[in-house]
């Protein structure tokens, strides 16, 4: 099985900036996606960021440009740069893993999640 540990979240003013990490341990070989999730309170969890085994890279429309993921194979981790944050981008984020990109099966994992408060 794989796990994963979000760091990096705090209180920001908007306009600041803060960076994100999610480490992976455990059976990493067969994790493919790495994707970034947020949940405000009273809303669905949605879809910021997602970075695939081979580096290609998907966005939330209203993040782009923003925000920037990005991966370490070797050390099994995902980044995400946040820059020039609002109030709106307040919530808890979670790091995904899709381990299943090998044969015989693959779940989902995801981290205990990090808290990003952006003040006005």
């Known amino acids: 099985q794989v796990h994963l540990v979000e760091s990096g979240g705090g209180l920001v003013q908007a306009g600041g900036s803060l960076r994100l990490s999610c480490v992976a341990s455990?059976?990493?070989?067969?994790?493919?996606?790495m994707p970034w999730y947020r949940q405000a309170p009273g809303k669905e969890r949605e879809l910021v960021a997602m970075?695939?085994?081979?580096?290609?890279?998907h966005y939330l429309p209203s993040v782009r440009g923003r925000f920037t993921i990005s991966r370490d194979n070797f050390k099994n981790a995902v980044y995400l740069q946040m820059n020039n944050l609002s109030v709106e981008d307040t919530a808890v984020y979670y790091c995904?893993?899709?381990?299943?990109?090998?044969?015989?099966?693959?779940?989902?994992?995801w981290g205990q999640g990090t808290q990003v408060t952006v003040s006005a």
């Open positions: 995904k893993a899709d381990d299943s990109g090998c044969l015989g099966g693959g779940s989902d994992y």
């Open positions: 455990g059976d990493t070989i067969c994790i493919t996606n």
């Open positions: 970075i695939t085994d081979t580096g290609a890279t």
